[in-house]
Nanobody, 124 residues
């Protein structure tokens, strides 16, 4: 099990950029598949991006592909989500999630560990 803490959210104008960070604690982080999800009030949590434990495989939701980039730094126990060309519809609470040793999947129910979330607000 790992503990996850997100940071980097905030208010930005449309077209701007933000970088979210997810700091992990726990000895098994290097073997975890990691992902970012987002959620708005009244809606289910939505897959945004995922990265394999090795960093060699990434996956993105169609709505963010080409604008967002997920990466990980094993030495720093941190996963990042670089968000460029932000749009008002990207406004949400963003969550970091992890699952051990397994493939990137888009359904939130398959992730074991979650952070507390960080708010991203994009103004038009």
């Amino acid at each position: 099990q790992v503990q996850l803490v997100e940071s980097g959210g905030g208010l930005v104008q449309a077209g701007g950029s933000l970088r979210l960070s997810c700091a992990a604690s726990g000895r098994t982080f290097s073997t975890y598949t990691m992902a970012w999800f987002r959620q708005t009030p009244g809606k289910e949590r939505e897959f945004v991006a995922g990265i394999s434990w090795s960093g060699g495989y990434t996956s993105y939701a169609a709505s963010v592909k080409g604008r967002f980039t997920i990466s990980r730094d094993i030495a720093k126990n941190t996963v990042y989500l670089q968000m460029n060309d932000l749009k008002p519809e990207d406004t949400a609470v963003y969550y970091c999630a992890g699952r051990p040793n397994l493939a990137v999947v888009t359904a939130s129910r398959w992730y074991d560990d979650w952070g507390q979330g960080t708010q991203v607000t994009v103004s038009s």
